[in-house]
């Protein structure tokens, strides 16, 4: 399904002079507070964030999957809808691969059709998690970590394959996730889990080229319900940093547990020059996986402002989205999500780092949490609404989404019963 700029057009033409009164109103407010409401629109249409292609479809849990109708049943078709929602919001101009979910296997055909649609891919994930039908070893007890040598050769080799579908797709981003871990003491040996793995990145680093990334990610339980190999930043960090400059580490927003500080996290890995890539997401109790912001927008704020503090840092990280939408229509979801990402992005920015500093120096307490605050819940819809306005997008996304019948439309195109690929 395609959107023309004349169906956006006419949906913003309704929202217009509302539209106005409003921003007019918030830039006037924002310029007698100092803040340059041009180069904020600028930065915020500038954040462009990558979407997975395995949040197209409707994951599920273990429980169960309820599939929506009009999925994307092929990768073209993942391209075509990662193409609708970046006609909407003007937040997304990639898609991230994971194989063997997704295999390219025309990759002519899928760079003609990234290119038709404005899009790029930046980063390709492997999957050592799962067996494919026709493998030869079984991942059941972990792949880099292995304890036979063949089953880690096999999970090495898989990693490059990745690569090499990458450099035909023109991506510069190798992210790896391991479920490797155990779920009972004593099943597994620490120290030699950490080798094996280790030593298994090792030969992975060897094939990463010289413009590319490698992002470790870590988490801290699931599958392995006991010991996770790399589960928190610091591990990642021991490890990336004995690879070298080409890997970093990258934070996933449900990959803590409860309560952990992950703004933080965010500040030291960028302050030690290691924080390579960005998977945003919420979530109430473990890896939920749900709507960016829908249920710590402080927390995603505060995240914000310490990555605005690092702007300045030369190394820019590899945006994405990473969720799984058991309930809401997918794109509908990635909407909220890509909304939230940009306004708290923007509100981070509106914070005057000076003012901060001089509180922080002084100690005065009260005074910091007013100038983060204040920031906080500034209302910078009609401001976000206007960066995707002037980028050619829609004033307001989900409601074009519903206007449009995008979901209809797919569901005319592609059918009830399409399933995509994923979790
Ligand atoms: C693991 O929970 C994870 O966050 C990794 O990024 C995987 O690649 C992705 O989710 C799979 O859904
Ligand atoms: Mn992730």
Excluded at 173 to 189: H, K
Excluded at 410 to 417: A, D, M, P, Q, V
């Amino acid at each position: 399904m395609n959107i023309n700029p004349s169906q956006i057009s006419s949906h913003n033409e309704s929202l217009l002079a509302d539209h106005k009164e409003k921003f007019d109103f918030l830039a006037q407010q924002l310029d007698k507070s100092g803040i340059d409401v041009e180069n904020l629109i600028q930065k915020v249409q500038n954040l462009q964030i990558e979407v997975p292609s395995w949040a197209l479809g409707t994951g599920g849990t273990r429980f169960g999957r309820f599939a929506g109708g009009g999925e994307p049943g092929n990768l073209i078709q993942k391209i075509e809808d990662v193409g609708v929602l970046n006609t909407l919001s003007r937040a997304c101009d990639s898609i991230s691969l994971h194989i063997p979910w997704d295999i390219p296997s025309d990759a002519n055909a899928i760079k003609q059709e990234l290119k038709t649609k404005g899009l790029k891919i930046n980063s390709v994930n492997s999957n050592t998690f799962q067996d494919q039908p026709d493998q030869k070893h079984s991942y059941k007890f972990g792949s880099l970590c292995h304890t036979d040598k063949e089953v880690r050769k096999q999970a090495v080799d898989h990693n490059i394959e990745v690569i090499e579908y990458g450099k035909m797709l023109d991506a510069n981003v190798l992210t790896v996730w391991l479920a490797d871990g155990s779920s009972f003491p004593g099943q597994m040996d620490f120290r030699r889990a950490y080798s094996n793995t280790l030593s298994s990145l090792e030969e992975i680093y060897s094939k990463i080229p010289n413009e590319w990334q490698m992002l470790l990610e870590y988490k801290p339980f699931e599958p392995a319900f006991y010991h996770t190999v790399i589960p928190d930043w610091g591990t990642s960090y021991s490890m990336v940093t004995a690879l070298g400059d080409k890997a970093n580490t990258l934070v996933d927003l449900g990959h803590h547990l409860p309560n952990t500080n992950i703004e933080q996290i965010v500040a030291t890995l960028q302050l030690l020059n290691k924080l390579g890539g960005f998977h945003f997401n919420d979530s109430k109790y473990a890896d939920d996986d749900i709507s960016v912001g829908s249920i710590k927008p402080y927390a995603l704020f505060l995240i914000f402002l310490e990555l605005v503090k690092g702007e300045t840092t030369n190394m820019e990280p590899a945006w994405m989205i990473d969720a799984s939408h058991n309930l809401k229509d997918p794109l509908q979801d990635l909407l909220q999500s890509l909304q939230n990402i940009h306004l708290n992005y923007a509100k981070a920015l509106t914070v005057n780092l000076d003012e901060l500093r001089h509180a922080q120096e002084s100690n005065e307490v009260a005074q910091c949490q007013e100038i983060l605050q204040n920031a906080f819940q500034l209302d910078l819809r009609p401001l976000v609404a206007e960066a995707r306005f002037r980028a050619g997008g829609a004033l307001n996304p989900l409601s074009a989404f519903k206007s449009l019948k995008v979901r209809e439309n797919l569901i005319k195109e592609r059918g009830t019963s399409t399933v995509a690929t994923g979790l």
